[in-house]
């Protein structure tokens, strides 16, 4: 393969993610980075660097700037990442327009799968289960009457969406009509503010589901094939906090149904790269479509410990004009992988972020199954512009206890000082036994208050331990790190 030059349009643990795939295959990495990143590792492992400008975060979602930084750095190709431009058809058709190459679906299919009523238009006529829904209410007082008239038919409660929603955004579940009436005026003007489209549509809630996906992966030759399932139920806010592969239901013949509805999807939306379809599945074990993500997903990591397959190489690999190196055959799940994601949150100040902490000391596990995504590092200083993901943590084992039990271990070794995190919260969904039974689903954080009453492992008084013990540690041994 000649040696390309690819910029990668993102920050943070999955910009290092791409640069690293990108540089294992011989190809040039440029990343970008805006003033408060100024200290980022992205920018100090890439090969080049362009400065977008001050941001914050405006200018990681300036599709002008993008392209102008392409075109200074003379790239070939541009990875999106997740999260900001990544399911942007606008800055997909700005790279287009550019010649340069798109690592992800084209223009027009993420416009019409980032169309949520678009998108189950297509799968209704592939003939996929699909969950009661409504088209795009219309405006005013027509819209409420058509909303009544769905909650009237299928009972409450419903659930309101953005049509251009995404990523646990414009999300509203409502319990009555009094809410309903009051609602959809606030979430219509929440999604114009967020996706600058105000449309939104109804879906019938399904109780208490699992929240399994599917990593499929497309060429353009028409090879479609997927690497099986994902169990994301486990979630505050509609956002996933433990992703699982493969999903926790003891079912083989349902998951293999999931699974050859996912393929069916991608390719009634003709889809081509890597992409995630979503189901959820209700008490009965019936499935149905949720959505197409139109990028790789932050928990793409269970899927590859499970598979052996690298993802992100493999989207490189197609969106420079190979062919899939594999066939579904080829495709085998050993064991399980589970994956968390360590935030500098405090889960009991209704999980607020730790901005402008300072990480005084980091000391992450290691051994046989493990795997760490991140970019912090000690002295890194958490900016106040970003989400609050410092590193993912990723372990695999050939059973479930198996991998529940190096999980517990991971996350007793890992130490992180200055900011809270995550970690202690995860230690209790760890040792619970629901948990461990894999008995869960997305209303697990709701009926399991108790996850949150723990002790800081990290008390202000140990932290001050831990330090003194760091710098002791240096003092003794000249070659520490």
């Not at 939306?269 to 959505?291: C, P, R």
Request: hydrophobic content about 40%.
């Amino acid at each position: 393969m000649d040696r390309k030059k690819i910029l990668v349009a993102n920050r943070g643990e999955i910009a290092i993610r791409i640069i690293r795939a990108i540089q294992e295959l011989g190809h040039t990495a440029v990343a970008v980075y805006e003033t408060p990143d100024n200290d980022a590792l992205h920018i100090r492992i890439a090969d080049e660097a362009v400065w977008l400008g001050d941001g914050p975060r405006a200018d990681y979602l300036n599709i002008d700037k993008m392209i102008k930084a392409a075109k200074k750095a003379r790239v070939d190709a541009i990875h999106p990442g997740y999260g900001f431009l990544a399911e942007n058809p606008g800055f997909a058709k700005a790279c287009e327009d550019a010649g340069i190459i798109f690592i992800g679906p084209s223009a027009e299919v993420i416009q019409s799968l980032g169309d949520k009523v678009t998108a189950r238009r297509i799968m209704e006529g592939a003939g996929i289960p699909m969950v009661p829904g409504t088209q795009n209410l219309s405006p005013g007082e027509a819209g409420i009457e058509e909303a009544k008239e769905f909650a009237d038919k299928y009972g409450y409660p419903v659930m309101l969406k953005a049509t251009a929603g995404g990523g646990g955004r414009g999300i509203r579940r409502v319990e009555n009509e009094e809410q309903l009436i009051r609602d959809i005026p606030m979430a219509r003007s929440e999604a114009g503010a967020a996706f600058t489209n105000d449309n939104v549509y109804l879906e019938k809630v399904v109780l208490n589901p699992k929240h399994v996906e599917v990593q499929i992966i497309a060429d353009t030759s028409g090879n479609t094939v997927h690497l099986g399932t994902r169990d994301c139920s486990i979630q505050r806010r509609n956002q996933k906090l433990v992703e699982i592969a493969p999903a926790r239901i003891q079912d083989q013949g349902l998951l293999d149904r999931i699974c050859a509805a996912a393929v069916k999807a991608s390719q009634a939306a003709q889809y081509t790269n890597a992409g995630t379809v979503e189901f959820l599945v209700d008490k009965d074990m019936n499935f149905y479509f949720m959505e197409i993500n139109t990028r790789v997903q932050v928990e793409h990591t269970v899927t590859e410990m499970v598979t052996g397959i690298d993802i992100v190489r493999t989207q490189l690999k197609l969106a420079l004009g190979k062919e899939l190196a594999f066939k579904q055959e080829d495709v085998q799940i050993r064991g399980h992988a589970i994956e968390m994601r360590i935030n500098a949150e405090d889960p009991q100040n209704n999980f607020m972020p730790e901005a402008g902490k300072t990480v005084t000391v980091y000391r992450s596990p290691g051994g046989y199954g493990v795997r760490l995504d991140g970019f912090v590092y000690q002295g890194y200083t958490i900016p106040d512009s970003y989400d609050s993901l410092l590193v993912k943590l990723t372990v695999h084992g050939f059973s479930w206890n198996e991998t529940v039990d190096r999980l517990r271990r991971c996350l007793k070794n890992f130490v992180i000082t200055g900011p809270k995190t995550t970690i202690p919260f995860y230690l209790n969904i760890v040792n619970d036994d629901d948990f461990q039974a894999g008995d869960f689903n997305t209303s697990y954080l709701e009926t399991h208050p108790y996850l949150i009453d723990y002790e800081q492992i990290c008390t202000e008084g140990n932290k001050l331990a831990r330090l003194i013990a760091e710098i002791h540690h240096k003092h003794e041994n000249p070659y520490a790190v």
